[in-house]
């Protein structure tokens, strides 16, 4: 680290931005990737041969994340079903895979996990979470997610106001050009026959007691 002298007096000491700034590789492999070691902690995604850091997310962010997976778990446990629900899995999409690991807030996948698996083979559900300052972020990942064949649905929830946008595909592979609003009924997430109450999503949010506050 370098040191800088100024105003004159020896015994001060300065230390420049380009000094503690963490040095990001150059464009980087999946493989490469995976075994890099990040200069800070947190979550990072490679976009594009990039690994980006991830802002931590909000409390609410965060409860909404919880929610969904505790109410998925359930169901599919309830049900004996194979599948499982992951947080935070690594994703490749087909678009430019070696260049790309992806990190949504939640995906479901039915095949086994191995244990020398370092991303999720064949999500067939993906769930993000949609904050003010992400959103940008948010969507770029989410048309990306639309490349992984496995990929069946895509849902976004929404952190403000309660709510949550539908992707499915279609029976000819493909997929529509927006995505279908539900603002107070339920998700009805098709590839693991589930009808999720956006009531129970977001009950132990502010948003849902703001709400009951005002009933």
């Known amino acids: 680290m370098a040191w800088q ?8 000491a300065r230390v420049t931005s380009m000094d503690v ?6 464009l980087m492999t999946v493989e490469a990737f995976l075994d890099w070691e990040a200069p800070t902690s947190g979550l990072w995604q490679l976009v594009d041969g990039v690994p ?8 609410t962010h965060g409860v909404i994340q919880a929610r969904i997976g505790q109410l998925i778990g359930a169901f599919l446990d309830s049900q004996s079903s194979p599948c499982r629900i992951v947080a935070t899995p690594g994703v490749v999409p087909a678009s430019r895979s070696d260049i790309n690991m992806l990190i949504p807030d939640l995906a479901v996948t039915c095949s086994p996990i191995r244990q020398e698996d370092k991303a999720l083979r ?19 990942n989410v048309w990306a997610c639309t490349t992984i064949p496995s990929v069946r649905e895509i849902v976004v929830f929404r952190t403000t106001p309660i709510g949550a946008l539908i992707l499915r595909r279609n029976a000819e592979g493909s997929w529509p050009d927006q995505p279908a609003e539900v603002d107070r009924d339920e998700v009805a997430l098709e590839n693991i026959g589930l009808c999720l109450p956006i009531e129970a999503v977001y009950r132990t949010t502010w948003l849902a007691i703001g709400d009951a506050a005002r009933e």
């Open 5 to 12: 002298s100024f105003g004159g007096h020896a015994d001060c």
């Open 21 to 26: 700034a963490p040095k990001l590789p150059e």
């Open 52 to 59: 980006p850091a991830m802002a931590p997310p909000s409390p």
């Open 122 to 140: 064949y999500p067939v559900l993906v769930i993000e979470i949609l904050s003010p300052g992400n959103q940008a972020e948010t969507w770029i």
